[in-house]
C-alpha cells in the first residue's frame, strides 16, 4: 500500500503497485463506493470523512492527473467540487464532520472549502484567502492549514482548533481530528496536540503527547 486514510468507521487506501483506489467499511452514504466511471483509475491521493470521500486522480487512460472526485453525502455540497477555481488540485481534505470539504489547487496553492458554513468552517481567512497553502487538514466544523511562504498556522471554525500555542511561528505539518488538533513544528521537530474538551468530545489524553516523546 502507498497511502491509507480513515474516518468514523470507513477506511481507503491506494495501492503501492497499481495505484488503484480500495475502500471499505461503514458504508452509509456510499462513502467506500468508488465512482464507476473511475472505479479502475489511478489515484494519487484520498481523504476520507465522516460520510464522504474525496481523491485525487493521478491520470491515466480517459482521466487526467489532478482531477479531484468526491462522492458520499452531499447534503451540504460537501461532494460538490468547486468549478470556479483550477479544475486540478495538489491535496484535499475530507472533514470528520458530514458537510465541507477543503482542498488546494494545484496550479495557484489557492486554498478552497465548501459545503456547509454554519460554524465557519469553510471560511478561509480573508486576509489570507488569495495566499499559497503547503497544506490542509479538515476537523469537525473547524479547519487547520499552514501557509506555504511563511509556514504560518492558522485556524478557522469551531474553537476546538482554533488554540495553537502561539510560541510557535513555523509549522511543518497539522492534523485536525474531530475536537482536538495536533502539529509538528518545523524548527524542532516537536509535535503538540491542543483543543477543548466537550460533552461530546471526553478527555482520553488525545491533548498531550506521551511524555517518553513529549520532547523527542
Given at each position: 500500500?502507498?497511502?491509507?486514510?480513515?474516518?468514523?468507521?470507513?477506511?481507503?487506501?491506494?495501492l503501492a503497485?497499481?495505484?488503484?483506489?480500495?475502500?471499505?467499511?461503514?458504508?452509509?452514504?456510499?462513502?467506500?463506493?468508488?465512482?464507476?466511471?473511475?472505479?479502475?483509475?489511478?489515484?494519487?491521493?484520498?481523504?476520507?470523512?465522516?460520510?464522504?470521500?474525496?481523491?485525487?486522480?493521478?491520470?491515466?487512460?480517459?482521466?487526467?492527473?489532478?482531477?479531484?472526485?468526491?462522492?458520499?453525502?452531499?447534503?451540504?455540497?460537501?461532494?460538490?467540487?468547486?468549478?470556479?477555481?483550477?479544475?486540478?488540485?495538489?491535496?484535499?481534505?475530507?472533514?470528520?464532520?458530514?458537510?465541507?470539504?477543503?482542498?488546494?489547487?494545484?496550479?495557484?496553492?489557492?486554498?478552497?472549502c465548501w459545503?456547509?458554513?454554519?460554524?465557519?468552517?469553510?471560511?478561509?481567512?480573508?486576509?489570507?484567502?488569495?495566499?499559497?497553502?503547503?497544506?490542509?487538514?479538515?476537523?469537525?466544523?473547524?479547519?487547520?492549514?499552514?501557509?506555504?511562504?511563511?509556514?504560518?498556522?492558522?485556524?478557522?471554525?469551531?474553537?476546538?482548533?482554533?488554540?495553537?500555542?502561539?510560541?510557535?511561528?513555523?509549522?511543518?505539518?497539522?492534523?485536525?481530528?474531530?475536537?482536538?488538533?495536533?502539529?509538528?513544528?518545523?524548527?524542532?521537530?516537536?509535535?503538540?496536540?491542543?483543543?477543548?474538551?466537550?460533552?461530546?468530545?471526553?478527555?482520553?489524553?488525545?491533548?498531550?503527547?506521551?511524555?517518553?516523546?513529549?520532547?523527542?
Amino acid at each position: 500500500w502507498a497511502t491509507v486514510s480513515a474516518a468514523k468507521a470507513s477506511i481507503c487506501g491506494i495501492l503501492a503497485d497499481s495505484n488503484k483506489l480500495r475502500c471499505w467499511g461503514g458504508n452509509d452514504y456510499n462513502q467506500v463506493v468508488v465512482p464507476a466511471d473511475v472505479a479502475d483509475a489511478a489515484w494519487s491521493a484520498v481523504s476520507v470523512g465522516y460520510f464522504h470521500t474525496c481523491g485525487i486522480l493521478q491520470g491515466s487512460g480517459d482521466t487526467i492527473a489532478g482531477m479531484l472526485r468526491c462522492w458520499g453525502s452531499n447534503f451540504y455540497g460537501e461532494s460538490m467540487v468547486p468549478t470556479t477555481t483550477s479544475s486540478l488540485w495538489a491535496s484535499v481534505s475530507a472533514a470528520l464532520s458530514d458537510n465541507f470539504s477543503c482542498g488546494i489547487s494545484a496550479g495557484t496553492s489557492k486554498l478552497r472549502c465548501w459545503g456547509s458554513n454554519d460554524l465557519g468552517a469553510t471560511g478561509v481567512p480573508a486576509d489570507v484567502a488569495s495566499a499559497p497553502w503547503a497544506t490542509v487538514s479538515a476537523g469537525y466544523n473547524f479547519a487547520c492549514g499552514i501557509l506555504a511562504g511563511s509556514g504560518a498556522l492558522r485556524c478557522w471554525g469551531t474553537l476546538q482548533g482554533m488554540q495553537a500555542p502561539q510560541d510557535i511561528a513555523v509549522w511543518a505539518a497539522v492534523a485536525a481530528g474531530m475536537w482536538h488538533t495536533c502539529g509538528i513544528a518545523r524548527d524542532s521537530s516537536r509535535m503538540l496536540c491542543w483543543g477543548v474538551p466537550t460533552a461530546y468530545s471526553g478527555n482520553y489524553g488525545q491533548f498531550l503527547v506521551p511524555a517518553d516523546v513529549s520532547t523527542a
